[in-house]
């Protein structure tokens, strides 16, 4: 694809649609990767003389107009920390004044402008929407990539109407990875999947099952994969519909030769909150418990399994990490992947806040900014936001 580097940026204004669908506590971001995973494109056209215009959805907000659960304006003080009075802000996101705002920006300044999804026609592919957008700017750059799997009118419609769209520096290395280094990977190359839900996953397994070594299941989705093999799961997660799809994959895989790991001990509650913790001695979870993170054993079979790969891909944590006493096996997971001297690329929200828990951010090759993304990508689909960008 072309990148933001084919484009002459000089005076001219820029619109870089980015991905700052970021977490908010009580006004301020909490999780900022995705913003500092677009200031090198930022920057770039920064230092090219460019005018920016930053924009991007946050949330999921009604399309009816502002709601200041949704606003970008935490967004808005983190930018400010970073590039100071050079950074403005639009409450509106199309119309006369912003339009003006966009004309009157100097070399080197930034438009931030509202949530895109304020506006109905984000979310519906409106074009008339896009024409609006389109007054902006001169030149479209896309950095956006956990966006990328969207329809959404500024990622699949808005850049039609550029002669030369192109991508950001973060999209062109999520790109790298998914497409080339994914394309050919090193083996052994193994996949760890967890989170909640097999239904989640379902393209991304079959997917996976043409191109894997090895797969390691964890999270709430092992339950299901265990009920399947006929294993006690107690009251774990499990989705009923999905054990039959879970026995399928799990015939195909063996008859394809690919390893399916499933937990071997877990770590167990009989409640969530203030329960009794304890660990099991097999795979089997007595009546009245459920499974909340992978135990020990599994663990060290898992590393063990991670250690001889030569590519890894993880989405999904192994447990309810986000409580200190179920967050050992996905902690240990990161770990693992970091240690390895394999090619590694987690992606995934929880996966990527994982890592960053673990203290390992800086030791994996690539973690993706995409959540939904990645996993379109894992599933071996192509990206509508990607595939309306110029190639080179
Ligand atoms: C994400 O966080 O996965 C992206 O920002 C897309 O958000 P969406 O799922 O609301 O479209």
Same mark, same amino acid.
């Given at each position: 694809?072309? +990148?933001?580097?084919?484009?002459?940026?000089?005076?001219? @204004?820029?619109?870089?649609?980015? $991905?700052?669908?970021?977490?908010?506590?009580?006004?301020?971001?909490? $999780?900022?990767? @995705?913003?500092? !995973?677009?200031?090198?494109?930022?920057?770039?056209?920064?230092?090219?003389?460019?005018? %920016?215009?930053?924009?991007?959805?946050?949330?999921?907000?009604?399309?009816?107009?502002?709601?200041?659960?949704?606003?970008?304006?935490?967004?808005?003080? @983190?930018?400010?920390?970073?590039?100071? $009075?050079?950074?403005?802000?639009?409450?509106?996101?199309?119309?006369?004044?912003?339009?003006?705002?966009?004309?009157?920006?100097?070399?080197?300044?930034?438009?931030?402008?509202?949530?895109?999804?304020?506006?109905?026609?984000?979310?519906?592919?409106?074009?008339? /929407?896009?024409?609006?957008?389109?007054?902006?700017?001169?030149?479209?750059?896309?950095?956006?990539?956990? +966006?990328?799997?969207?329809?959404?009118?500024?990622?699949?419609?808005?850049?039609?109407?550029?002669?030369?769209?192109?991508?950001? /520096?973060?999209?062109?290395?999520? %790109?790298?990875?998914?497409?080339?280094?994914?394309?050919?990977?090193?083996?052994?190359y193994i996949a760890?999947?967890?989170? *909640?839900?097999?239904?989640?996953?379902?393209?991304?397994?079959?997917?996976l099952l043409?191109k894997v070594d090895s797969i390691?299941?964890?999270?709430?989705?092992?339950?299901?994969?265990?009920?399947?093999?006929?294993?006690?799961?107690?009251?774990?997660?499990?989705?009923?519909?999905?054990?039959?799809?879970?026995?399928?994959?799990?015939? #195909?895989?063996?008859?394809?030769?690919i390893?399916?790991?499933?937990?071997? &001990?877990?770590?167990? +509650?009989?409640?969530?909150?203030?329960?009794?913790?304890?660990?099991?001695? &097999?795979?089997?979870?007595?009546?009245?418990?459920?499974?909340?993170?992978?135990?020990?054993?599994?663990?060290?079979?898992? #590393?063990?399994?991670?250690?001889?790969?030569?590519?890894?891909?993880?989405?999904?944590?192994?447990?309810? /990490?986000?409580?200190?006493?179920?967050? *050992?096996? +996905?902690? *240990?997971?990161?770990?693992?992947?970091?240690?390895?001297?394999?090619?590694?690329?987690?992606?995934?929200?929880?996966?990527?806040?994982?890592?960053?828990?673990?203290?390992?951010?800086?030791?994996?090759?690539?973690?993706?900014?995409?959540?939904? *993304?990645?996993?379109?990508?894992?599933?071996?689909?192509?990206?509508?936001?990607?595939?309306?960008? !110029?190639?080179?």
């Amino acid at each position: 694809k072309a +990148t933001i580097k084919d484009l002459d940026l000089k005076g001219k @204004r820029v619109f870089i649609r980015v $991905d700052f669908n970021v977490p908010v506590k009580n006004g301020v971001v909490t $999780d900022d990767n @995705r913003i500092v !995973s677009a200031l090198p494109t930022i920057n770039y056209a920064l230092e090219k003389g460019a005018k %920016i215009i930053l924009a991007s959805h946050r949330g999921r907000p009604k399309g009816e107009g502002f709601e200041e659960d949704y606003s970008m304006k935490p967004v808005f003080l @983190r930018l400010k920390s970073e590039f100071g $009075d050079n950074v403005f802000y639009s409450e509106k996101v199309i119309g006369e004044e912003v339009v003006k705002k966009s004309q009157e920006l100097k070399e080197g300044q930034i438009l931030l402008i509202e949530n895109l999804r304020f506006e109905k026609g984000e979310k519906k592919s409106d074009p008339e /929407f896009a024409k609006e957008l389109r007054k902006l700017s001169d030149l479209y750059v896309n950095d956006a990539f956990g +966006t990328c799997h969207r329809k959404d009118a500024s990622v699949y419609v808005l850049p039609t109407l550029y002669e030369k769209p192109v991508a950001g /520096f973060l999209v062109e290395k999520e %790109i790298h990875y998914f497409e080339n280094v994914l394309a050919n990977p090193e083996k052994p190359y193994i996949a760890i999947l967890g989170g *909640a839900k097999v239904s989640d996953k379902i393209p991304v397994i079959e997917n996976l099952l043409n191109k894997v070594d090895s797969i390691l299941i964890g999270g709430a989705m092992a339950y299901t994969f265990l009920k399947a093999k006929g294993v006690e799961i107690g009251k774990s997660i499990l989705e009923m519909e999905m054990v039959e799809l879970a026995e399928q994959y799990m015939n #195909k895989a063996k008859e394809k030769g690919i390893d399916i790991f499933l937990p071997v &001990d877990h770590v167990i +509650t009989d409640k969530i909150e203030d329960g009794k913790v304890e660990i099991t001695l &097999d795979e089997k979870i007595p009546e009245g418990f459920m499974g909340v993170d992978i135990g020990p054993e599994t663990i060290v079979k898992f #590393k063990e399994v991670i250690k001889g790969a030569k590519t890894v891909v993880w989405n999904g944590p192994m447990g309810i /990490f986000e409580i200190d006493s179920f967050s *050992a096996g +996905t902690i *240990a997971i990161a770990n693992a992947i970091a240690e390895s001297e394999c090619v590694s690329i987690v992606g995934g929200g929880d996966s990527a806040a994982a890592v960053k828990k673990a203290g390992v951010f800086d030791k994996i090759s690539h973690v993706s900014t995409g959540g939904g *993304a990645s996993l379109e990508y894992l599933a071996g689909k192509k990206l509508p936001g990607i595939e309306v960008l !110029s190639d080179k």
